[in-house]
Structure formats: structure tokens, C-alpha cells
């Protein structure tokens, strides 16, 4: 089956632009979760959702970043005033509730260039 | 201080060689480790994933983690040039919780 897709693939904005990131989770995933990953970092936590509700955002930076999720399918991620500081990866990935099959899968990302 | 430390390499190894990846942590509330590998401008795709203290075979991969040292390894055995990539190491606190990575190791296998 597909995997989890990301669209775009790479996005070039201008800073103080706004932009938004999708994600297209597995389908019949419940658990979406969102990271930032930085040139030579690992990925670093965003926010999570089970379901339509977000059960952890504390990885979101500032009040300039927020994401929804409201048919508890598809998210999006949106980046207001945007800053050279926030060119980054961005990955998503997606979890079925089978504890047997308790695995994040991973999107390609998008990959954010603040000019 | 991070909470998880991976030393970035570069790793270069020769083909067949046996590759060792480490990572320490200092949280002892994580109870779920993970190894994962990355191509480059590709999303990180899980390799190993263990529950607690012990090891884990799959196919050339084998997984460590001694939590009294806060310590896990990656074993790749007779490395070949396709394992060149970035690998990763993640845990969580619990089952479905947001992961914690290391910086990932760069690794290339020589032909």
C-alpha cells in the first residue's frame, strides 16, 4: 500500500511569508506525528495527534507554528512570519494502534527554504 | 546537554567489514529503542526496534541495549556498499510516544 506522502517536496519562501506543509498519513492510521530535522541533526519532535486532537504539542517551537488535523486524516502544518531559522526538513509520520505494528513511518518531507 | 548523544562520523568501513553504532542517553524513562537508516533526502525508515534491556537479531542487524549504562549499539554484519547511509537511533518513553533522536552517524561502506 502507499506510504505516508508529503507534499511539497520542497517549498522556497520569502521570510515573513506564510506557509502550510500536508501530510497524507497511511490510511487507517490514528497517530500523526510531525519533526523538524536540521542540517546534520536528527529529527526533533513537533507535535503529535491521536486522531483530530493534538495529545502533545509541546515540541512546537512558538505561537508561529501550528498544525491541524480536523477529519483525523490528512494534517497540515502552518508556519506564519516565517524566519530564516525555520529552514528545515520537515518530516511527518504515521502509527497504526496495533501494538504489534507500534512503528512511526516516516514521509520523505519537505524540505523549507526561508530566503 | 542532549538527552541522546550519537557521534555524527563519518563512518567509512570497507566492504564486509562489521560496522558498530552507538548511542548513550541520560533519561532512564526510556523504555523503547529504535534504529533507524537514512538515504539521503529520503524520511528515516525503522531497521530495529527493541522493548528494555537485551538484544535483537534481524538478518545482518543486530540490536543492543544495556540500560544500566544507558547504552545501545547497531551491529552490521558483512557490511555492503548499499548500507551507506545515515543511521539513527530513537527512543520513547512509552508505546506510540513522540521519539527522540541522536544526531545519526554517517556510514560508508567502501566497494
Known amino acids: 500500500g502507499a506510504g505516508v506522502s508529503q507534499t511539497p517536496s520542497n517549498k522556497v519562501t520569502e521570510k515573513g511569508k506564510y506557509v502550510e506543509l500536508r501530510c497524507d498519513p497511511i490510511?487507517?492510521?490514528?497517530?500523526l506525528y510531525w519533526y523538524r530535522q536540521s542540517l546534520g541533526q536528527g529529527p526533533e519532535f513537533l507535535i503529535y495527534?491521536?486522531?483530530?486532537?493534538?495529545?502533545?504539542d509541546s515540541g512546537l517551537p512558538n505561537d508561529r507554528f501550528f498544525a491541524v488535523r480536523p477529519e483525523g486524516s490528512v494534517s497540515t502544518l502552518k508556519i506564519q512570519r516565517t524566519e530564516r531559522g525555520d529552514s528545515a526538513v520537515y518530516l511527518c509520520a504515521s502509527r497504526s494502534r496495533m501494538v504489534s505494528t507500534d512503528t512511526q513511518y516516516f514521509g520523505p518531507g519537505t524540505r523549507l527554504t526561508v530566503l | 546537554q542532549k538527552e541522546v548523544e550519537q557521534d555524527p562520523g563519518p563512518l567509512s568501513v570497507p566492504e564486509g567489514a562489521i560496522v558498530s553504532l552507538n548511542c548513550t542517553y541520560s533519561?532512564?524513562?526510556?523504555?523503547?529503542f529504535m534504529w533507524y537508516r537514512q538515504y539521503s533526502r529520503k524520511g528515516p525508515e525503522l531497521l530495529m526496534y527493541t522493548y528494555s534491556s537485551g538484544n535483537k537479531e534481524d538478518g545482518r542487524f543486530t540490536a543492543q541495549v544495556d540500560k544500566s549504562s544507558k547504552y545501545i549499539s547497531l551491529f552490521i554484519r558483512d557490511s555492503q556498499p548499499s548500507d551507506s547511509a545515515t543511521y539513527l537511533c530513537?527512543?520513547?518513553?512509552?508505546?506510540?510516544?513522540?521519539?527522540?533522536f541522536g544526531t545519526g552517524t554517517r556510514l560508508a561502506v567502501r566497494p
Open positions: 533519561n532512564s524513562a526510556f523504555q523503547y
Open positions: 495527534f491521536q486522531g483530530t486532537g493534538a495529545a502533545d
Open positions: 490510511s487507517g492510521h490514528t497517530a
Open positions: 530513537a527512543m520513547s518513553k512509552s508505546s506510540g510516544d513522540k521519539l527522540t
